[in-house]
């Protein structure tokens, strides 16, 4: 994969846009013809703004997000997956200067967040499947001895020891033991 942000798609700025907006106002439960007389642009430049179409303005999206009750950064941020993962002896590191001590920042926690801690033992066998949490909860898993698939259902990943998954927990999910004895930290963080 090339390295430079210049072989990036151009289109892809404003697919981004696209999407964001599409979600945003299908979430404020607005019609185009609602969100573009409160943001005060016309309905056929939202249109086209959601169709990936057009060259907005830093106006057009501020007026956009303020008309959608969201910070400007919710309408032109890249996607980000829904599943995150770290492999072992990846992610920042920092040193201790005094002791033979490594720190991997694997997720800061933001504000106001609540978190549960779990060590956990999971054997072969059936996968654990769960329910969703109450809606905001994030899984932060990290792997400690054996092998795991976990995850969102249909998004899950296979991890090995040292390797650090977040994901959604308010959606199902599932759990499966891929070797014996395999265990892994559980961080359940509440918003």
């Not at 943001?39 to 997000?65: H, V």
């Not at 309408?75 to 829904?82: A, F, G, I, M, T």
């Not at 920092?94 to 926690?109: D, H, I, K, N, P």
């Amino acid at each position: 994969m090339p390295d430079d942000a210049t072989s990036l798609p151009s289109r892809l700025p404003l697919d981004w846009i696209a999407a964001s907006l599409r979600r945003e106002r299908t979430r404020a439960g607005l019609s185009l013809s609602e969100l573009a007389k409160r943001a005060g642009i016309a309905k056929s430049t939202l249109s086209q703004l959601e169709a990936a179409g057009g060259n907005p303005s830093m106006e057009t999206i501020w007026a956009l997000a303020v008309a959608l009750g969201v910070p400007f950064s919710v309408l032109v941020e890249p996607p980000v997956s829904s599943v995150q993962v770290i492999r072992a002896g990846e992610g920042p590191q920092v040193t201790s200067e005094r002791a033979s001590f490594v720190g991997t920042l694997l997720a800061a926690c933001p504000p106001g967040a609540r978190r549960d801690i779990y060590r956990m033992r999971a054997e072969p066998g059936p996968a654990r499947e769960s329910e969703p949490h109450i809606p905001g909860t994030v899984e932060h898993l990290v792997v400690s001895t054996g092998r795991m698939k976990a995850g969102p259902r249909g998004e899950s990943v296979e991890l090995g020891p040292g390797d650090y998954m977040a994901y959604r927990g308010d959606v199902p999910h599932t759990y499966e033991a891929l070797e014996p004895g395999t265990t892994f930290v559980l961080i359940m963080q509440h918003v």
